[in-house]
């Protein structure tokens, strides 16, 4: 097999399409009480997210991780297939769909006068939108090309579509509108991973941008790099580290994040620190908190007077002992106590507590637990590329590890065929939903949404499953 057949397994404008004539609440008819994956239906006949996956995470005691990656090391794993046991079930679209989790953020940013107090909330959706990767060590499963997932949330008033544009490299792009117009949120993602020996770092690639359309606004970042530890021996953990910054590219605001790796002491565990400046570079806020855990923002002068008050009575000297990180682990440090609030500050964002049996459902959320649901009729509204429908996903999520690895080799090859085919016929690929083109803010390359795919005409769609 040649390069170009090797399916690379990785994790890797606008016009308003406002109609949509057809919505699942359309074609959804609500009998019963409770269904076999867990889902629940209550009495006046809304529909209730599931809470619980249909099975719990299998056990990976019996693979050995260092047989497979020993071969990788220093190797882009794009280029490698990777066994389902590393696998998480959903798609990497799905993945990217948690951004979406703490809308309520960019909802309340909409309704504020000030822009210094917009980007402290745009700030705080950008932390939280990392935040469900915490101890997330599953890998989710790559897209395939033309691959689709949309995410329509009334209640929470946004919708969704993303596709998987490119394979060479894998490219999966997005686009997010509020249902009531108020802000389009949009971006296409190339994350970049590399296997170091004891870890896996995922390099970001891609852009977010954010429009706020009532205040003119628009704001872009990338986010921070993402390490994986112990992926050979030990107990996985992971950290974000590297700088995030935020422009208002209308008012010449910014906001740098400073993600901090975790150091030799793990002192610096999951904190973030970082300032909002405006466009004179003159401080006017400060940001502090945890990416799994929560944001604070301070004036400047408070929280100057507060590192002085502290340094003077020594309350940051206790002793903290180092990591017994030997040969053959690099052991998570012992997580320090949680944020300790300054006098004066407001609270900005707070991780929303995971459900009690998250360990035992790969570490998801509520919000993750629900992603791969297929609500009845569903089927009948959803377009046939939406990953929903991946039979590999879905045996993996059933429990069925054997089928799941089974369909996740017969959908590699099917792949494989479809470019072949188009090789020998000398037939270019065409992206349904994303042109590529040039993002105006950054001027950068981006995949921009071309509109219409909520009108639901899903005739053309590529047969991808």
């Given at each position: 097999m040649?390069s170009?057949?090797?399916?690379?397994?990785?994790?890797t404008?606008?016009?308003?399409?406002d109609s949509?004539?057809?919505s699942?609440?359309?074609?959804?008819?609500y009998?019963?009480?409770?269904?076999?994956?867990?889902?629940?239906?209550?009495e006046n006949g809304?529909?209730e997210?599931r809470?619980?996956?249909?099975?719990?995470m299998?056990a990976?005691?019996?693979?050995s991780?260092?047989?497979f990656?020993?071969k990788?090391i220093g190797m882009?794993?794009?280029?490698?297939t990777?066994?389902?046991?590393?696998n998480?079930?959903?798609?990497f679209l799905?993945?990217?769909?948690?951004?979406m989790?703490?809308t309520?953020?960019i909802?309340?940013a909409?309704?504020?006068?000030d822009?210094?107090?917009?980007?402290?909330?745009?700030?705080a959706?950008a932390?939280s939108?990392?935040?469900?990767?915490?101890?997330?060590?599953g890998?989710?499963f790559n897209?395939l090309?033309?691959?689709t997932y949309?995410?329509?949330r009334?209640?929470?008033?946004?919708r969704?579509?993303?596709?998987?544009?490119?394979?060479?490299?894998p490219?999966s792009?997005?686009?997010?509108?509020s249902?009531?117009q108020?802000?389009?949120f949009?971006?296409?993602i190339?994350?970049k991973?590399?296997?170091?020996g004891?870890?896996?770092e995922?390099?970001?690639?891609?852009?977010?941008t954010?429009?706020?359309h009532?205040?003119?606004?628009?704001?872009t970042?990338?986010?921070?790099?993402?390490c994986?530890?112990?992926v050979i021996l030990?107990?996985?953990?992971?950290?974000q580290?590297?700088?995030v910054?935020?422009?208002?590219?209308?008012?010449g605001?910014k906001?740098?994040?400073?993600?901090k790796?975790c150091?030799?002491?793990?002192?610096?565990l999951?904190?973030l620190e970082g300032?909002?400046?405006?466009?004179?570079?003159k401080?006017?806020?400060?940001l502090?908190?945890?990416?799994?855990?929560?944001l604070?923002?301070?004036?400047?002068k408070v929280?100057e007077a507060n590192?002085?008050?502290?340094?003077?009575?020594g309350g940051?000297?206790?002793?903290?002992?180092?990591s017994a990180?030997?040969d053959?682990?690099d052991e998570?440090?012992?997580?320090?106590?949680?944020?300790t609030?300054?006098?004066g500050s407001t609270?900005?964002?707070r991780?929303?507590?995971?459900?009690?049996?998250?360990?035992?459902m790969y570490?998801f959320?509520n919000?993750t637990?629900?992603?791969?649901?297929?609500?009845?009729?569903?089927?009948?509204?959803l377009a046939?590329?939406d990953?929903?429908?991946r039979p590999d996903?879905?045996?993996?999520?059933?429990g069925?590890?054997?089928v799941?690895?089974?369909?996740?080799?017969?959908?590699?090859e099917k792949?494989?065929?479809s470019?072949?085919?188009?090789?020998?016929d000398e037939?270019?690929?065409?992206?349904r939903w994303?042109?590529?083109?040039?993002?105006?803010?950054?001027?950068a390359q981006d995949?921009i949404?071309?509109?219409?795919y909520?009108d639901?005409?899903?005739?053309d769609c590529p047969?991808i499953y």
């Amino acid at each position: 097999m040649n390069s170009e057949e090797e399916f690379y397994d990785a994790e890797t404008g606008l016009e308003s399409d406002d109609s949509c004539e057809v919505s699942f609440k359309d074609a959804l008819v609500y009998e019963g009480k409770q269904t076999s994956n867990g889902s629940a239906h209550s009495e006046n006949g809304v529909w209730e997210r599931r809470t619980t996956l249909p099975a719990p995470m299998f056990a990976r005691n019996n693979f050995s991780v260092w047989g497979f990656l020993k071969k990788c090391i220093g190797m882009e794993l794009s280029k490698i297939t990777m066994p389902i046991l590393f696998n998480e079930p959903l798609s990497f679209l799905q993945r990217i769909s948690e951004y979406m989790e703490h809308t309520y953020l960019i909802h309340k940013a909409c309704t504020l006068s000030d822009s210094i107090d917009r980007m402290q909330l745009v700030a705080a959706f950008a932390v939280s939108a990392v935040a469900s990767q915490w101890d997330r060590t599953g890998k989710p499963f790559n897209p395939l090309l033309g691959e689709t997932y949309e995410l329509v949330r009334e209640d929470e008033g946004y919708r969704l579509i993303s596709e998987q544009v490119s394979h060479h490299p894998p490219i999966s792009a997005f686009h997010a509108q509020s249902l009531n117009q108020d802000f389009e949120f949009h971006g296409s993602i190339y994350p970049k991973l590399k296997f170091w020996g004891k870890s896996v770092e995922a390099e970001p690639k891609g852009t977010m941008t954010l429009e706020l359309h009532k205040h003119r606004e628009v704001y872009t970042w990338t986010n921070p790099f993402c390490c994986v530890h112990n992926v050979i021996l030990g107990k996985l953990w992971i950290e974000q580290y590297g700088t995030v910054e935020i422009v208002n590219h209308s008012t010449g605001d910014k906001c740098i994040l400073n993600f901090k790796p975790c150091g030799m002491f793990g002192k610096e565990l999951h904190k973030l620190e970082g300032h909002i400046q405006d466009k004179s570079k003159k401080k006017r806020r400060i940001l502090y908190g945890k990416w799994t855990e929560c944001l604070y923002c301070v004036e400047p002068k408070v929280y100057e007077a507060n590192k002085k008050a502290e340094k003077k009575s020594g309350g940051d000297s206790k002793k903290h002992k180092q990591s017994a990180a030997g040969d053959d682990a690099d052991e998570m440090p012992e997580v320090q106590e949680t944020v300790t609030m300054i006098p004066g500050s407001t609270l900005l964002w707070r991780i929303t507590p995971r459900p009690a049996h998250s360990a035992q459902m790969y570490n998801f959320t509520n919000f993750t637990m629900s992603l791969n649901e297929l609500e009845p009729g569903m089927e009948k509204v959803l377009a046939p590329t939406d990953c929903r429908l991946r039979p590999d996903i879905r045996a993996m999520e059933n429990g069925d590890i054997d089928v799941a690895s089974t369909e996740k080799d017969r959908l590699e090859e099917k792949q494989r065929a479809s470019r072949r085919e188009r090789a020998k016929d000398e037939e270019d690929w065409s992206n349904r939903w994303f042109h590529q083109g040039t993002n105006p803010h950054t001027g950068a390359q981006d995949w921009i949404y071309v509109g219409g795919y909520f009108d639901r005409k899903f005739t053309d769609c590529p047969n991808i499953y």
